[in-house]
């Protein structure tokens, strides 16, 4: 237990160091240097956790293996709902926030805005649309590989030794939390949302932490439940590849507090929901029969 805590307190030093030193250092800056410090930041963000995991294996002599398989295809249902449920959930509170706001959808999709181009593509059936970005999103392998060193560091290191220590529920939230943190230099310097979003930062940054808890929640769950941080990887993967595209069929073309991207609170609502079905039952985790 006490080498746990070490190596908890260790990893957390790291990880956390290694986002905000240059989060900090942006938010002083100014001109070029403030752009450069934050791209290193953004375009390394995923690599970060996976280098804090190894210096604190090594420094730790911590010998434990690695759990990380490709072999994914071992547990076909896993799979599927690794794939496809993220994507599903995603649809759902963008259609819900569309509901409520029905000014907001713009009828296209402005991937020239994502590719830098000024190429739109119609939206003249959006559950069809919707239908492709899931099938899309569940087969996007390279981005869901890209988002592995966070999901190594975060979930494959970190999270068992705070269940062990913890117990799971405190274990998982607590892993959420310091995910959520590790993200906030970040979204203070202007990713994922509109600085135009009333109290921005700051309203950013508290919707971004409870995002990250709930996504974390579920990337958690298919941990526990495989021993496999590929399954983790692949949800992660999943909500990155869609998670922008409703911003870009929106008329504003900016991502809200509300949505209507995951990253807004009725965007994130199916995430939120699944997250507090998950946590009330996760003394069950770990029964593996999926």
């Known amino acids: 237990m006490c080498q746990h ?9 790291f990880v956390l160091g290694f986002c905000w030193m240059p989060g900090i250092a942006a938010a002083f800056s100014r001109g070029s240097l ?40 071992k547990r076909p249902l896993l799979w599927a709902f690794c794939c496809f449920f993220p994507a599903l959930l995603t649809v759902l509170g963008a259609t819900l926030y569309f509901i409520r706001f029905p000014e907001q959808y713009g009828g296209v999709f402005a991937i020239g805005s994502l590719i ?27 981005i869901q590989l890209l988002e592995l060193g966070e999901e190594i560091g975060w979930r494959e290191y970190l999270l068992p030794k705070q269940i062990e220590a913890y117990g799971i529920r405190k274990g998982v939230l607590l892993n959420g939390f310091f995910w959520g943190m590790a993200h906030l230099p ?16 700051w309203s950013n940054m ?16 298919v941990y526990v439940r495989s021993d496999n941080v590929m399954y983790s990887a692949i949800i992660h ?3 990155n590849v869609i998670g922008e595209i409703p911003v ?6 900016k991502s809200g507090l509300l949505g209507p991207n995951p990253t807004g609170l009725i965007g994130l609502s199916g995430f939120l929901l699944c997250a507090v079905v998950l946590f009330a039952f996760a003394d069950k985790w770990n029964n593996k029969q999926i």
């Open 5 to 13: 805590k070490k190596q908890m307190k260790l990893y957390l030093i």
């Open 34 to 73: 403030r752009d450069i410090l934050y791209q290193l930041l953004q375009k390394g963000f995923s690599v970060l956790p996976l280098t804090a995991a190894i210096l604190t294996r090594h420094i730790t002599k911590d010998k434990t293996k690695w759990h990380i398989s490709i072999k994914v295809w």
């Open 116 to 142: 830098g181009t000024g190429q739109a593509i119609p939206v003249t059936s959006p559950f069809r649309f919707s239908a492709l970005c899931i099938f899309i999103a569940a087969f996007c392998i390279p």
């Open 186 to 201: 970040l979204i203070y310097l202007g990713f994922n949302y509109s600085q135009e979003n009333a109290g921005a930062p």
């Open 206 to 221: 508290a919707v971004m932490m409870l995002a990250c808890m709930s996504i974390g929640i579920l990337c958690s769950y």
């Open 237 to 239: 993967g999943v909500v």
């Open 248 to 253: 870009f069929v929106s008329i504003s073309h």
